[in-house]
């Protein structure tokens, strides 16, 4: 399905872009079409034939998401991690990737622990540096932007003149900036991958992941891998999605301001090395002036930051990459960029800004009391 881009703006496109009222009853909502197969009127000849095919509810998604991202085909996947994996299935045995070396740990060990060992060959680079060099014969540029979790940022528009030179295909995840500060596509990035579980989504409780794609040749071809890989995203999900998009200018729009305000805050902190803030959305990571032990006793002393991994949800999160999110990556890969042991990495909520601010100084207090 396709859905081109409107003069719409972007909050009202993540309300109405690809839902319309359900043509047999009226519904304003797009239901749950929970079938797996649907009847046909001549053998083989129906646009839905079978739920892994296609799905309404599915559909509905899928152009919503193409909307939001300017592009003109979307895909939805069971998770982030299946929609990456549906875009490594494009490259074959042999296919070289140049991939930023600061990435979510799942992807990494996606790429190194079962990619590689069919054959896709991976170098890890420094994406954020105007030097990079992308070699003759990469097929595929593989970025975050910002990184996870040292909110590095890729100047996209200028590392995708650099693939056009070589012709390989850009991949932007754009998980942490969302379609409503960055928008891949325009800037001339080919495909852009998110985790849905995260902002898109914002309510934790869907786990998923998407493609977005312009070129329709592209989208062919990570149709044929979605229907033949199988890793769709089930309708009740794509519904809650759905429903999660509406309110995501307005959620972007706080986390941006509540984490703004506690970035400032962290930078003044006589106790906080190093702040980590590209200046727009909701993750913030920092270093705290101390060892493991006292960086485990600030995450388990915050009430409404919850130790947890994740992140991009309505409530705020607080997490040890080194120890959580990143755990897979060799601990010298992890030092050598940067994911020190004291670095605490931040989701932050859409709670109340005095709040939030309240729970990290008493948190401070119990960390760097004289008792402890
Ligand atoms: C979470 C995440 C993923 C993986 O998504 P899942 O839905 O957990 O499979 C990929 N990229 C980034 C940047 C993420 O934060």
């Excluded at 890793?231 to 998009?245: E, H, K, N, T």
Aim: glycine share 8%; aromatic share 6%; proline share 5%.
């Amino acid at each position: 399905m396709t859905s081109s881009p409107t003069p719409l703006h972007l909050q009202t496109r993540t309300i109405h872009a690809g839902q319309s009222p359900e043509p047999h009853t009226g519904a304003v909502m797009t239901p749950i079409f929970q079938t797996s197969t649907y009847a046909q009127e001549t053998p083989g000849g129906n646009k839905w034939a079978y739920g892994r095919t296609n799905n309404p509810t599915r559909t509905a998604l899928q152009d919503c998401l193409a909307s939001l991202e300017e592009g003109k085909h979307g895909l939805v996947y069971g998770s982030g991690v299946a929609a990456i994996d549906a875009v490594i299935r494009l490259l074959s045995a042999g296919d070289t990737v140049v991939c930023g070396d600061d990435i979510y740990g799942g992807t990494y060990r996606l790429f190194v622990q079962e990619w590689a060992d069919r054959g896709i060959i991976f170098q890890f680079v420094d994406t954020t540096t105007a030097a990079l060099e992308i070699p003759d014969g990469t097929k595929l540029v593989w970025v975050e932007t910002p990184t996870n979790p040292l909110l590095k940022t890729t100047d996209i528009a200028i590392i995708s003149k650099k693939c056009r030179q070589v012709g390989a295909l850009l991949v932007v995840d754009n998980t942490f900036a969302t379609p409503v500060f960055q928008r891949p596509l325009t800037e001339g990035a080919d495909i852009v991958v998110h985790s849905l579980t995260k902002y898109l989504n914002g309510h934790s409780d869907v786990v998923g992941g998407a493609v977005i794609v312009n070129d329709d040749g592209l989208a062919k071809r990570l149709a044929w891998i979605q229907n033949s890989a199988g890793a769709i995203l089930g309708p009740q999900d794509c519904f809650l999605v759905l429903r999660g998009l509406k309110t995501l200018s307005l959620r972007m729009r706080e986390h941006q301001s509540n984490a703004q305000q506690i970035a400032a805050w962290l930078v003044q902190h006589p106790h906080v090395k190093t702040v980590h803030y590209p200046g727009f959305s909701g993750m913030i990571s920092f270093v705290l002036d101390a060892d493991l032990e006292a960086t485990t006793r600030f995450v388990q002393s915050t009430r409404l930051f919850t130790l947890a991994e994740s992140l991009g949800g309505v409530e705020s999160l607080i997490g040890i990459p080194a120890i959580m999110t990143h755990a897979s990556v060799p601990k010298e890969t992890r030092e050598a960029i940067g994911i020190v042991d004291g670095l605490i990495r931040l989701s932050v909520g859409i709670e109340h800004i005095d709040d939030l601010i309240a729970d990290l100084t008493q948190a401070m207090n119990t960390t760097f009391s004289p008792t402890n």
